[in-house]
């Protein structure tokens, strides 16, 4: 199959996703036709391309290992659904990171908490708690940026709210690993009194959880 006949199927809506990401995971020539249409003028083949790869990085990060200055430039992308994935990208890569190249990203990947953007910010949080799973060298350093969700600038307190409550369940992955216990726990228990019911609700059940 040429790349331009890839590039069709990923234009076609009768394709599922499901069987791209079997072929691109089965094909290599695939997988590059992939990273190909990401910078194509066809939002839906640079985007569907985005979302292929980054479920291709969840179930065998392996394969793009190779690809890891691929998708540490296009953390710089201007468009905002490309970085997004490519965030997640980076995470899910860092369980097979054998070469420590996360080790020069950590700084750039956190600094996207402070774009004053709650996906950009959540995208940082949510990935997190695999980050310290898969570099747990890193979980001191993660948590410092954590814990500083409750003061970066975002739109709105209710932004800050939902961010928090992200930052509980990406805590909740790693708490019975970590050295940093007592700090995760005094955020936690400020989040019982949260405005947002549902953030409440997940400082009540991790608190549960650990008997505190």
């Not at 540490?72 to 970085?83: F, V």
Request: proline share 2%; glycine share 2%.
């Amino acid at each position: 199959m040429s790349k331009s006949d890839i590039l069709r199927k990923l234009e076609e809506k009768k394709t599922k996703d499901e069987e791209l990401v079997e072929e691109a995971i089965k094909n290599r020539e695939f997988l590059h036709a992939l990273l190909h249409g990401i910078s194509s003028s066809n939002p839906r083949i640079k985007f569907r391309s985005a979302k292929i790869l980054r479920t291709v990085s969840e179930r065998n990060p392996k394969m793009l290992y190779s690809d890891w200055k691929f998708f540490a430039k296009l953390l710089e992308s201007e468009n905002n659904i490309l970085k997004w994935n490519a965030m997640d990208i980076i995470a899910n890569l860092t369980q097979v990171d054998s070469n420590s190249r996360f080790n020069g990203l950590f700084k750039k990947f956190y600094s996207y908490l402070y774009e004053e953007s709650l996906i950009t910010a959540g995208h940082v949080v949510d990935n997190s708690g695999t980050i310290a799973l898969a570099k747990p060298e890193f979980q001191d350093k993660i948590t410092k940026e954590l814990l500083k969700v409750e003061e970066i600038p975002l739109p709105t307190e209710e932004c800050r709210n939902i961010l928090i409550g992200k930052t509980i369940q990406a805590f909740d992955m790693y708490i019975d690993r970590t050295n940093n216990k007592d700090e995760i726990v005094s955020f936690v228990k400020r989040q019982l009194n949260n405005t947002r019911k549902a953030t409440k609700a997940k400082a009540e059940k991790f608190l549960r959880k650990l008997k505190r």
